[in-house]
């Protein structure tokens, strides 16, 4: 699993971004995803993750009706479309790869990280 995450920027509060993740390696549908996310000063959180098919969704009740996950197996992608950004979604976010039961707590496979930066 290689995991390369892309999309990040600077939004104003209200706007919207689209963040995506692509894996170079060759056993993507063997994996769930997730992405992460760290603002500065703080612990790194979970926000959102999807079943290897992508018939099951989780998130964070931060992001709830705001975010959506989604991938595509065919191009080895997974992505996250952010609405509604507030300021405290400002962070750098990483997606990550393992098992439906890892994927929210302590997957071991991560992207490099991409800062989403929310102005007020």
């Known amino acids: 699993v290689q995991l390369q995450a892309f999309g990040g920027g600077l939004v104003q509060a209200g706007g919207s971004l689209r963040l995506s993740c692509a894996d170079s390696?060759?056993?993507?549908?063997?994996?769930?995803m997730g992405w992460f996310r760290q603002a500065s000063g703080k612990e790194r959180e979970f926000v959102a993750a999807?079943?290897?098919?992508?018939?099951?969704?989780q998130y964070a009740d931060s992001v709830k009706g705001r975010f959506t996950i989604s991938r595509d197996n065919a191009k080895s992608m997974v992505s996250l479309q952010m609405n509604s950004l507030k300021y405290e979604d400002t962070a750098v976010y990483y997606c990550?790869?393992?098992?439906?039961?890892?994927?929210?707590?302590?997957?071991?496979?991560w992207g490099q990280g991409t800062q989403v930066t929310v102005s007020s």
């Open positions: 990550a790869a393992d098992s439906w039961n890892k994927i929210q707590s302590d997957p071991a496979y």
């Open positions: 390696g060759r056993r993507f549908t063997y994996y769930a």
């Open positions: 999807i079943s290897w098919n992508g018939a099951i969704t």
